[in-house]
């Protein structure tokens, strides 16, 4: 090499930092991808994605690739460095070359570069994989072998190397994607679907109408209470039973009585005509699964039954869509018909709403696994009925019986927490 001239030593070097910086940063831009964003644009036929998920198939084979021309190029250009060296300096510039040549490789063959492609995988990996694809048939024997090698002491130790490249997401994981999309997803959609994800959490209990809440017909009353019910009810589906919600007859809709109305047919022998057969749900079912089964049945109405087949409440399609949806209403406070504010800021609220309907509506974190009602959260958190005036604190919320009837609390007043004051006026 005494014959080369310095020049060309030094473009040789130069050319073989610039080698080593592309292999540092497509080796981290590769690794670095969105493999969900990745799949997407292989599926969109986006040439470099469509290279690059090839080669990502086979991480051992790509990564054998990167680091024998890595070595190759940083090995080389030591030895270039040392010439270099040993031609300006001497015994000593062997030293200096390579106290030099690290510093270099370091800050732009490695750091500098790899940072780079962290910062902006795709621009890098994408070009790349139009360098790695033929380079990899080219060199495939010698890195068939070095992947054969790396992956039998892989095994040695114990590890498995296959199924790692794409793991699954799993639901909370899920919902920490969602909630960092930022302005990717809007909040609305965003929270229609976190609320599918909530499904599988919540059981029909959580979101039924109780029983002592169900507005039905009851045949065994008189005929003009079963008129007034029907002309003045806000629902188009009914339950119909007699004397008794256990003993149900089946589901009215209204719409198939309007004809008997409209000509003065409608009596007890017609109404119970018109009925469907009633539709039973289980408790404990979850949300997801009742949508599904209201789905394959034609449903929008079930009545929830527990293990000796008594109806414990009623739940609807529409209560279950609001799970996902929200509210089909705009102000917080009135979407709960059991919740009154005051002047003061705290809330009257009556015993028997549902603790779900009361964090959604009013942004709480009441506690809800276990009783369903305020009444019941109260009296499983005293183990007694307590007497007005009794004050108490549950999960934060400072919490004042105000009234008391048949051993239950009828009505209470909630001081929210400061933090939940500030979010519900700041919205």
Request: charged share 20%; aromatic share 6%; no cysteine.
């Amino acid at each position: 090499m005494d014959e080369i001239p310095l020049s060309v030593l030094f473009t040789t070097l130069f050319i073989l930092i610039a080698f080593s910086a592309f292999f540092s940063s497509s080796e981290t831009a590769m690794m670095s991808l969105n493999r969900y964003r990745l799949k997407h644009l292989t599926k969109a036929k986006h040439p470099g994605a469509v290279r690059a998920s090839a080669l990502l198939d086979r991480p051992d084979r790509l990564i054998g690739l990167i680091l024998l021309g890595n070595n190759f190029v940083n090995i080389l250009a030591s030895a270039v460095a040392t010439v270099i060296g040993l031609r300006l300096y001497g015994e000593a510039g062997i030293a200096i070359a390579t106290g030099i040549l690290t510093l270099i490789i370091l800050i732009f063959g490695e750091v500098t570069p790899k940072t780079l492609a962290a910062l902006h995988p795709e621009r890098i990996a994408y070009p790349s994989a139009f360098i790695y694809t033929p380079l990899l048939k080219i060199f495939y024997p010698l890195v068939w072998a070095i992947s054969g090698m790396a992956n039998g002491l892989i095994r040695a130790l114990g590890v498995r190397s296959e199924g790692t490249a794409m793991q699954q997401l799993s639901r909370d994981e899920l919902r920490t994607v969602l909630n960092e999309a930022g302005a990717l997803i809007s909040s609305s959609h965003q929270q229609m679907l976190l609320g599918i994800l909530d499904l599988e959490r919540a059981t029909v209990e959580d979101i039924m109408v109780p029983r002592q809440d169900i507005v039905g017909l009851d045949l065994g009353e008189d005929w003009e209470t079963i008129r007034t019910t029907i002309a003045n009810t806000q629902h188009t589906r009914l339950p119909v039973y007699r004397d008794d919600v256990n003993n149900i007859v089946g589901i009215l809709h209204l719409r198939n009585i309007a004809h008997l109305i409209s000509t003065g047919e409608l009596n007890r022998e017609s109404l119970e005509k018109a009925t469907r057969e009633p539709y039973y749900v289980p408790e404990g079912t979850p949300l997801h699964s009742q949508l599904l089964s209201f789905q394959k049945e034609k449903r929008r109405i079930g009545l929830v039954v527990d293990e000796y087949g008594e109806v414990n409440g009623l739940v609807t399609l529409e209560d279950i869509l609001e799970e996902i949806v929200g509210e089909f209403t705009t102000d917080a406070a009135s979407a709960i018909a059991d919740v009154h504010p005051q002047k003061d800021g705290t809330f009257l609220v009556s015993g028997s709403a549902a603790l779900r309907d009361l964090n959604r509506a009013m942004h709480w974190k009441l506690p809800i696994k276990g009783p369903k009602t305020l009444n019941g959260l109260i009296l499983e958190h005293l183990e007694a009925i307590p007497e007005p005036g009794t004050s108490l604190l549950i999960a934060g919320y400072p919490i004042e019986i105000m009234q008391t009837a048949e051993n239950a609390v009828k009505m209470a007043r909630i001081q929210p927490r400061l933090k939940d004051w500030d979010k519900r006026t700041k919205r």
